[in-house]
C-alpha cells in the first residue's frame, strides 16, 4: 500500500527547491506524490456541476 502525498502549496515549492528528494520519492512504489491542481475546478469532460463549482468540459481544460 501506497502512502499519498499531496504536494499543495509549500509542497510544491518543496518539490522546486529539492528536486532530486522528490524524485526519489517519486521512484519509490510506497510513496505517491499528487497535487490537485491550484484552480480548484471539478474535473469532467462533460461540464457538469459538482458542489456548486462548474465543470471542466474536456481534459485540455486542466
Do not use: C, Y
Request: overall charge positive; aromatic content about 4%; charged content about 15%.
Amino acid at each position: 500500500m501506497a502512502i499519498g502525498m499531496w504536494m499543495l502549496g509549500s509542497g510544491a515549492r518543496w518539490i522546486r527547491i529539492n528536486p532530486s528528494q522528490a524524485r526519489d520519492l517519486a521512484a519509490n512504489p510506497l510513496f505517491e506524490l499528487a497535487n490537485h491542481g491550484t484552480r480548484h475546478t471539478s474535473l469532467s469532460v462533460t461540464g457538469k456541476t459538482a458542489n456548486g463549482i462548474p465543470g471542466t468540459r474536456s481534459s485540455a481544460e486542466v
